[in-house]
Nanobody
Framework: QVQLVESGGGLIQPGGSLRLSCAAS????????MGWFRQAPGKQRELVAV???????NYADAVKGRFTISGDVNKNTVYLQMNNLKPDDTAVYYC????????WGQGTQVTVSS
């Protein structure tokens, strides 16, 4: 069974940094893009950042200039470097990949609090 497996979440103080990692467990055929979504309590899941086959990226306005997505879609790996974290960044972060079928990770909790 194919899975996306995230790691790197945790509790961090405002202004701190975290790096999330995601890799595929099992065989996934030709992903077109990978990315990160997040869902805060009582809110809808939202796109944070995406990286496409070829390397182009897009970010949600709320994280531009603070978060950086990187990785290799061909190798089914993606990372999210999160700097200058704010309490509003608190959420469960989900890794995502697509090739006509959507793949999701199980989620990793990021809590930004003093």
């Amino acid at each position: 069974q194919v899975q996306l497996v995230e790691s790197g979440g945790g509790l961090i103080q405002p202004g701190g940094s975290l790096r999330l990692s995601c890799a595929a467990s099992g065989s996934i055929f030709s992903l077109n893009a990978m990315g990160w979504f997040r869902q805060a309590p009582g809110k809808q899941r939202e796109l944070v950042a995406v990286i496409r086959h070829g390397g182009s990226t897009n970010y949600a306005d709320a994280v531009k200039g603070r978060f950086t997505i990187s990785g290799d879609v061909n190798k089914n790996t993606v990372y999210l470097q999160m700097n200058n974290l704010k309490p509003d960044d608190t959420a469960v972060y989900y890794c995502w990949g697509v090739n006509g079928y959507n793949y999701w990770g199980q989620g990793t909790q990021v809590t930004v609090s003093s």
